[in-house]
Nanobody, 113 residues
């Protein structure tokens, strides 16, 4: 069983920045990690994903968010700049390993106008 532990959410004013972190507890190397988010009353949506150094982003966050892998094994970050009230959601870390998918517990990001 792989556990994902997230940190870094919080309350920020519009235009501000936050950095989310996620670490997966497994001895195996995870090639694909990403971030999803779910706003109240909406479906969970992909924010960003990174696979062996190649990153992909939702159109709504391109040029504002950056996903990266840490030097520590199985760590992923999401740097969020120029935050907007529409970015308010619970953000979930995601990992794919050996055909199985794992989720973190979620961290709340609230952007005030």
């Amino acid at each position: 069983q792989v556990q994902l532990v997230e940190s870094g959410g919080g309350l920020v004013q519009a235009g501000g920045s936050l950095r989310l972190s996620c670490t997966a507890s497994t001895v195996f190397t995870i090639n694909t990690m990403g971030w999803y988010r779910q706003a109240p009353g909406k479906e969970r949506e992909l924010v960003a994903v990174i696979t062996i150094g190649i990153a992909d982003y939702a159109d709504s966050v391109k040029d504002r968010f950056t996903i990266s892998r840490g030097n520590a094994k199985n760590t992923v970050y999401l740097q969020m700049n120029s935050l907007k009230p529409d970015d308010t959601a619970v953000y979930y870390c995601h990992a794919a390993l050996r055909g199985s998918f794992y989720w973190g517990q979620g961290t709340q990001v609230t952007v005030s106008s």
